[in-house]
């Protein structure tokens, strides 16, 4: 079983649209939960991150842990084109990251 | 400031070829990150240096992939005897450790390698 798992998508959705992006993650560790974003031929880059569980909002951007059901979730409120990119979850524990494999969002005009 | 750099941006070799791929952290970073991404796949850890610690090479696929990493900056990917599915981008991330503590990590642009 992977350490994280994630739906690939893609997701296309208008402007404007409430975007929610998830991810399943095993062994419940102390550990921190983050979300990055990566535009295509770019190396990702951290949007934000939460520790072990509850909300963290960060602009239009909303990171959730559930850890009773081991979900992470991201919320982009407001959608924009320029979202328009490939979502990794990601965890972190005693120095290891563990990535899922990404969403790909597309956000129409 | 500079972010994470690596060279080169694109690489094409012929299979049974070595190739070497570089890092250049973000200056006082003293932990740094070899990644594999595949098409379609995740990140896939390869190998990690954490000051003088001895690198955690657990990701490593085989024994032909290696890793240095000199002076506690720059680091240097080798693949010996390249095979066609190390066809990938590879990717680098440093981040500055505070009491233990790595997780904001920052990426470079990443290498794109393909293996004819």
């Given amino acids: 079983q992977k350490e994280v798992e994630q739906d690939p ?7 404007g649209a409430i975007v929610s992006l998830n991810c399943t993650y095993s062994n419940s560790a102390f550990q921190y939960f983050m979300w990055y974003r990566q535009y295509s031929r770019k190396g990702p880059e951290l949007l934000m991150y939460t520790y072990s569980s509850g909300n963290k909002e960060d602009g239009r951007f909303t990171a959730q842990v559930d850890k009773s059901s081991k979900y992470i979730s991201l919320f982009i409120r407001d959608s ?26 597309n956000v129409k005009p | 400031g500079a972010g994470v750099s690596q060279s080169p941006s694109n690489k094409v070799t012929e299979k049974g070829k070595d190739v070497e791929l570089r890092c250049d952290p ?9 990644y594999r991404q595949s098409l379609g796949q995740g990140l896939e850890f390869l190998i990690y240096f ?11 696929p085989s024994d032909r992939f290696s890793a240095e990493r000199t002076g506690g900056s720059v680091s240097t990917l080798t693949i010996q005897r390249t095979q066609q599915e190390d066809s990938a981008v590879y990717l680098c991330a440093s981040s500055l450790v505070s009491a233990g503590d790595a997780r904001e ?9 393909t293996v004819t």
């Fill in chain 2, 105 to 113: 990590q920052y990426f470079g642009p990443g290498t794109r390698l």
């Fill in chain 1, 80 to 105: 924009q084109p320029s979202d328009s990119a490939t979502y990794l979850c990601a965890k972190y524990n005693f120095n290891k990251f563990y990535f899922g494999s990404g969403t790909k969002l």
């Fill in chain 1, 9 to 15: 998508g893609p997701l296309s959705v208008p402007e």
């Fill in chain 2, 50 to 60: 954490q000051g003088n610690s001895a690198p955690d090479k657990s990701g490593l």
């Fill in chain 2, 26 to 34: 973000i200056s006082g970073h003293t932990a740094l990150y070899w």
